[in-house]
């Protein structure tokens, strides 16, 4: 390498300002390529991360939006969850995008979905669903739609 520089360096300033030119532009698109080339390389790393969250999560992180949920220690006369305190194998649409054999509780008196989902650390979470994004869910055969009532706001 320290040979091809000498021998560069010797064309350059034994030449005209054409051969400056041209060796100049030569050495920038070298350089050029060279950052397009690390450039890719950061593209197919980004695409390998987006592959694995994909594989773990699914195609749409809208599903994982949402406050951790915690059990509260209020005492219910009955079971606040419907139809009963387990989680459903279910489905959830958020914004339209439907989301299938995910597990699923619904706190009837909050009015709250729960999500139970394992991340990548094989850790269990719960989740409350965001309801302003939420339109509909099902929980083994009961299904359940967004209404829009006039004064008392959004219900399931």
């Known amino acids: 390498m320290g040979k091809l520089r000498s021998l560069m360096y010797l064309w ?14 030569f050495v920038l698109i070298l350089n050029e ?12 790393e980004s695409d390998s991360l987006s592959w694995y969250i994909e594989m773990k999560y699914g ?7 949402g406050i951790q949920y915690y059990k509260t220690n209020v005492q219910y006369k009955g079971n606040p969850y419907f139809p009963e305190d387990v989680f459903y194998n279910g489905s959830v649409t958020l914004r339209g995008t439907r989301y299938d054999n995910v597990l699923l509780k619904y706190d009837s008196y909050s009015q ?22 939420l339109d509909s ?8 739609q967004k209404l829009s009532l006039s004064d008392d706001g959004v219900l399931f």
């Not at 350059?12 to 532009?25: E, H, K, N, Q, Y």
């Not at 195609?59 to 939006?65: I, S, T």
């Not at 869910?137 to 359940?144: A, D, K, N, P, V």
């Open 112 to 133: 709250q979905l729960i999500l139970k989902y394992t991340d990548f650390k094989d850790r269990i979470n719960l989740l409350i669903i965001n309801s302003i994004h």
């Open 33 to 44: 390529s060279g950052s397009a080339q690390a450039s890719n390389s950061a593209v197919q």
């Open 137 to 144: 869910f099902c929980l083994g055969t009961h299904c359940f």
């Open 12 to 25: 350059i300033m034994s030449g005209s300002p054409l051969r400056i030119l041209l060796t100049f532009s």
């Open 59 to 65: 195609l749409d992180q809208e599903l994982f939006n």
